[in-house]
């Protein structure tokens, strides 16, 4: 199982990314998918659940931070997970993390629910 993100940068409030996980190695339709983030100083085990879709039934789920903002897709065709942000504010400063877990994982959108994750990629939002 490898996972790779890509679309962070450096952008102004207000503006809007889009972030990518590249799926290698398994079967796409039968995992959940799950995007994360992490603050500077916070471990690992602290990282946020932001959003997460479920592909078997195409389900998804979104913290409180990303509901009406963020998008989470998934593109069977090119095993892609995305991440679409919107209105970007500085508070959503912070490292992303792609997961995937079999079927589902338990409890969602949880850190202790995935298994597998990417390495990041690092988005900041200046006021």
């Known amino acids: 199982v490898q996972l790779v993100e890509s679309g962070g940068g450096a952008v102004q409030a207000g503006d809007s990314l889009t972030l990518s996980c590249e799926a290698y190695g398994f079967d796409f339709d039968d995992f959940a998918f799950g995007w994360f983030r992490q603050s500077p100083g916070k471990e690992a085990q602290e990282r946020e659940g932001i959003a997460e879709i479920v592909n078997r039934n195409r389900s998804t789920k979104y913290a409180e931070a990303a509901k009406g903002r963020f998008t989470i897709s998934s593109d069977r065709g090119k095993n892609t997970e995305t991440l679409q942000m919107n209105d970007l504010k500085p508070e959503d400063t912070a490292n992303y993390y792609c997961?995937?877990?079999?079927?589902?994982?338990?409890?969602?959108?949880?850190?202790?629910?995935?298994?597998?994750w990417g390495r990041g990629t690092q988005v900041s939002v200046a006021s």
């Open positions: 997961a995937t877990e079999y079927l589902w994982p338990d409890p969602p959108i949880s850190v202790e629910g995935y298994d597998f």
